[in-house]
């Protein structure tokens, strides 16, 4: 009669074991993004996989029981896990940038230092919302966003492009404002800016505004005040600063500017204090993450589910949805294609790729994008 009790009682334990695995396993989830950013879901917590914080002890068998693809499933979470989910990957995000931020910039944080900067900070009052609006990251379809949040327009499909961006110019920017109530909207706003690779969005900001075939409405008044002077610096033999006979103008059909043309002109220093533009300077320099502390470091590469993630959290995404979410994000000048990406850089001498990735260097490291492997993943493809 013992030994029966001691071999149920051993059933019993190893039942109880089993039952605890399968019940664990039901309930553990593994979400990776884009960015490699990985966690673990289980029973309501999240636990972040790409520190060494996480205690081994109290999260058992860290084995996901499936793999989700975060552009798809992510968005699918229940509310409540969707935005525990991307508190940890913005907490992740904000750690590193201002790890970096010690490393690189020595001098005292200075908020105020956009009052006097050409940043493009917009505020929307009524639901406590900034935005550093950096060019060629979604700008476009964020301006949307404030036009409805601010009355301007009824829907952010009401007017595309040009017309939305127009309207725009209507909405507050923090150099409104003297220094105190400046600083008021920075420490009690949600505020928020994106950053994207630079390598695509020097390709985004080349293909809208100055190829030859550039997307953008004002492509010609592109080429007449940037375009022109890249091909005369640097093809000064081209046929395409020929001026029409008798006139002072020039035959828009032989406008040949190239993406080496444009590479070579971000490297070199000299070309910045004449011809700056907030569709090519670099993210860190127009937004000042070392400066401000954002509530909210959204990438171009998750635009989608940062996107939901502010208008969640800032109680707005009963008022507005974000257009992006409507199509592709990169509907414009596919410049985010990782097979245009490699098409436009091999024409580019290594030399000027790696003087331009000098440029954009802080932009790499402060938004965690991967800077030597870039250059490898780029230079491959010339040998």
């Known amino acids: 009669m013992p030994k029966i009790k001691v071999i149920f009682f051993v059933c019993a334990v190893f039942a109880s074991i089993e039952i605890f695995r399968v019940t664990l396993k039901s309930m553990t989830h593994c979400y990776k993004n884009h960015n490699g950013e990985t966690f673990v879901f289980r029973d309501g917590s999240l636990y972040d996989m790409n520190t060494t914080d996480v205690d081994e002890h109290q999260v058992p068998n860290l084995t996901p029981s499936r793999t989700l693809d975060v552009s798809k499933d992510l968005l699918e979470l229940s509310d409540e896990e969707f935005m525990i989910a991307q508190e940890i990957v913005q907490t992740k995000r904000k750690q590193h940038l201002q790890k970096i931020c010690k ?148 035959d828009p059909d032989k ?44 990438k171009y590469e998750t635009l989608l589910q940062d996107a939901k993630y502010i208008l969640k959290l800032t109680k707005v995404d009963n008022i507005v949805s974000f257009p992006e979410s409507e199509g592709n994000a990169n509907t414009s000048t596919h410049s985010s ?26 932009d790499f490291f402060l938004f965690n994008y991967t800077f030597p492997t870039e250059i490898d993943y780029i230079s491959k493809w010339f040998n």
């Not at 993406?259 to 000042?288: G, M, V, Y």
Request: proline fraction near 4%; glycine fraction near 4%.
């Open 337 to 362: 294609d990782q097979e245009k990406v490699i098409a436009a850089f091999k024409d580019v001498p290594i030399v000027d790729i790696e003087r331009v990735l000098q440029r954009y260097k802080l």
């Open 103 to 250: 490393q690189y910039h020595h001098e005292t944080p200075n908020p105020l230092v956009v009052l006097n900067s050409s940043t493009d900070m917009m505020i929307d009052h009524r639901h406590r919302l900034v935005m550093c609006c950096t060019a060629k990251i979604a700008g476009t379809s964020w301006k949307r966003v404030f036009n409805v949040l601010t009355g301007l327009m009824k829907s952010t499909m009401s007017k595309q492009g040009f017309g939305s961006n127009r309207l725009a110019r209507k909405i507050s920017r923090i150099q409104y404002y003297k220094p105190k109530i400046a600083s008021y909207i920075l420490q009690n706003y949600t505020t928020f800016m994106f950053a994207r690779n630079p390598l695509t969005r020097m390709l985004s900001a080349f293909n809208n505004k100055l190829a030859p075939n550039a997307t953008d409405k004002l492509n010609k008044m592109n080429w007449r005040n940037y375009g022109y002077n890249m091909i005369m610096r640097y093809r000064p033999w081209s046929s395409a600063l020929d001026r029409l006979e008798g006139e002072s103008t020039r």
């Open 255 to 298: 406008y040949d500017l190239t993406f080496h043309d444009f590479i070579k002109f971000l490297a070199d220093d000299d070309n910045w204090q004449s011809h700056w533009n907030n569709h090519w300077i670099e993210n860190h320099r127009f937004c000042h993450p070392c400066d401000i502390q954002y509530d909210v470091i959204g």
